[in-house]
């Protein structure tokens, strides 16, 4: 068999064009990858926020793992099954910010951070400005157990509250 130029022409276009589709191959592998990775953080988001309403309103128990979760068990059988009722009457929760991101190099752990503000009816009138309203911030520290993103750690900060402006009114009348 006598290889012409041609053949010689063909063949290494024929390697060229091999190793350049597995070159998008792998590419498009990787990106696969991480829209993934994006997708999941994105459901984790969201996860986020239902966790944020459900821990307002006492029904945040399925989303919480591990020592929280242990720790919420023994907190429900000192005081009882209250813990699943809605101690104040919510008029408004506002999840105002949310961000969530993966801890580094570890892809079954991630945080989130909200700020959240609620507003509480205090029953003395029909009017939103007596309604007391806490600002509140809110790190919650998550783990995949099972394909399912539960909360393993959280951190509750108050931010502000309607009364500070009270306080600080009678504070300066004083």
Not at 59 to 78: D, V, W
């Amino acid at each position: 068999m006598r290889f012409t130029i041609t053949n010689i022409v063909l063949l290494l276009l024929l390697l060229i064009t091999g190793s350049f589709s597995f070159v998008q191959y792998t590419n498009l592998q990787e990106a696969e990858e991480k829209i993934k990775q994006f997708q999941d953080i994105e459901r984790l988001n969201e996860r986020s926020e239902d966790f944020i309403r459900a821990l307002f309103y006492g029904k945040h128990k399925k989303f919480l793992t591990g020592n929280l979760l242990e720790e919420y068990k023994s907190s429900q059988e000192e005081h009882g099954e209250h813990l699943e009722e809605n101690i104040g009457e919510i008029n408004e929760l506002k999840v105002q910010q949310l961000f969530t991101k993966r801890v580094k190099n570890e892809d079954d752990v991630a945080e989130s951070y909200a700020i959240v503000q609620v507003r509480y009816e205090t029953g003395e009138s029909s009017n939103i400005q007596d309604d007391y309203i806490q600002t509140l911030s809110i790190k919650s520290h998550w783990v995949k157990e099972s394909k399912t993103w539960k909360v393993d750690d959280l951190e509750m900060s108050l931010l502000s509250d309607s009364q500070d402006e009270l306080l600080r009114k009678q504070a300066e009348n004083k």
